[in-house]
């Protein structure tokens, strides 16, 4: 599911389309981002008048609402079908750009809203029952690097098929998105393929451990485990190791946005790089989807070969976003954010560099990696009893950072956006450290390796 989302959203393509509604032209310089607006963009010249950065804001609003309520959606309907529903859901947001309108658009904009925040905890969910605090670490960092392959291939299909276009003809939109919908709906179909809790239990086991997410038919079994799964939701929010982890949550919502949005517009803004700037910025993504994908796949796999926890991927994690900082801030005029649709001709402290500019997105991506699959293994791990839950919440907290973030990213010089993710990922890190701790010394009394984490 999550390639066609990444497929949809990916930092690529540009939009300079003619003209378009006087409404629109306050998204013209931000249409760098994705090919996504790039289409949208192309659809403005017709019947459809449209907004991806107003769809966009639908998207992160109802998804940081949906939050509250989708442990007990999950737990009425299970995860595995909580799961599917939310495919179709995406399937269809995917399916309106095919023969678009505007009240189509906007309307699944709201329900993918939905779909994504019970996405996320049914994931989540999944994820902490077929996985045990031996193998939490592993699995975690294998979703991971499953989840960022999408940036790879969604990226390199439009860095080829859409390069040097500036104008996205309704053959070239139709054969994407019919091509996008069915691969969303195969995979909402494997699903299916997903083994249950119980499938793993030998016959005769006791079942006295259900958590909220049990087993039972009844309705009204169902309803009860609703409600209080939502109490639950209200209750973890406010426990101390949840609060910590918000402020490390928080930095990984902040720096989405930076990857996935913000700098890919700094790139494709330095007039400097010449006539490859737009260009780069799907070689962009594309690095760094091989930064996520290496260290899910290196914290993930290896994880067994640890023998401190949690606490040094994270310390390497942040020491690699400071290095990424670092080199942006000396390669990428600091005017580069907000710089109109002609681009910037200013300079940094530096000629502005593609190599270095591509390394800092490799780097952007492995950082994160660090600490998402961190962040998904200590949730598992403190949360095995209360994952729907607990993966709410981090998905909450994430997702209205990611809104704040995009909101002042229209505003803030490049040096202040740093700064702020600069100031937000350290103490971030100490937070993170706090729990990881705790974490360890319960591991311990309970006369468990801690390496095994």
């Not at 107003?54 to 109802?62: D, L, P, R």
């Not at 940081?64 to 939310?86: C, H, R, T, Y």
């Not at 658009?105 to 049914?122: E, N």
């Not at 996205?168 to 919908?181: C, N, P, Y």
């Amino acid at each position: 599911m999550e390639i066609c989302e990444w497929l949809i959203f990916p930092p690529s393509g540009d939009s300079e389309a003619g003209d378009h509604d006087s409404d629109f032209d306050n998204d013209k310089k931000l249409s760098r981002l994705n090919c996504w607006q790039t289409v949208i963009t192309n659809l403005n010249s017709t019947d459809f008048h449209g907004s991806g950065y107003t769809s966009m804001s639908i998207i992160y609003g109802v998804l940081s609402a949906s939050n509250l309520i989708s442990p007990s959606l999950v737990a009425i309907v299970g995860p595995q079908f909580s799961m599917v529903i939310s495919g179709v859901f995406y399937s269809l947001y995917i399916a309106v750009f095919i023969q678009p309108a505007t009240w189509a658009f906007y309307t699944a904009s709201v329900l993918i809203g939905i779909a994504a925040a019970v996405l996320w905890t049914a994931q989540g969910n999944c994820l902490t029952e077929n996985s045990d605090e031996n193998t939490i670490g592993r699995n975690s960092g294998i979703f991971w690097a499953l989840l960022q392959c999408s940036l790879i291939f969604g990226n390199l299909y439009i860095y080829f098929a859409w390069q040097g276009k500036t104008h996205i003809s309704e053959s070239d939109r139709r054969t994407v998105f019919i091509a996008l919908t069915v691969i969303s709906l195969v995979g909402t179909v494997l699903f299916f393929l997903i083994r249950k809790r119980e499938d793993t239990k030998a016959p005769g086991d006791d079942d006295s451990t259900n958590e909220i997410l049990g087993e039972s038919s009844s309705a009204g079994n169902k309803m009860v485990r609703a409600v209080a799964a939502f109490k639950k939701s209200i209750t973890l929010s406010f426990t101390k190791e949840m609060l910590l982890l918000s402020v490390t949550t928080a930095y990984t919502g902040l720096v989405l946005t930076f990857f996935s949005g913000v700098y890919g517009t700094c790139i494709g803004a330095v007039n400097r790089f010449g006539t490859e700037e737009k260009s780069l910025i799907g070689l962009s993504g594309i690095f760094i989807g091989v930064g996520e994908i290496l260290g899910g796949g290196i914290f993930g796999l290896l994880s067994k070969k640890s023998c401190s926890g949690r606490n040094p991927v994270v310390m390497l994690g942040l020491f690699v976003h400071f290095i990424a900082f670092y080199l942006i801030f000396f390669n990428v005029p600091n005017d580069a954010p907000i710089a109109p649709m002609e681009g910037t001709d200013q300079v940094a402290y530096m000629i502005p560099s593609k190599d270095v500019a591509m390394l800092c997105s490799f780097l952007l991506g492995l950082g994160d990696s660090c600490f998402n699959t961190q962040l998904l293994s200590i949730l598992g791990f403190l949360y095995s009893e209360d994952s729907a839950p607990a993966f709410a919440i981090f998905k909450f907290v994430q997702s209205i950072c990611a809104a704040v973030a995009y909101f002042y990213s229209n505003y803030f010089l490049l040096q202040w956006q740093l700064l702020i993710m600069v100031l937000v990922g350290f103490f971030g890190t100490i937070t993170f450290f706090t729990v990881e701790w705790g974490a360890a010394a319960a591991l311990a009394a309970r006369g468990s390796d801690y390496s095994s984490i």
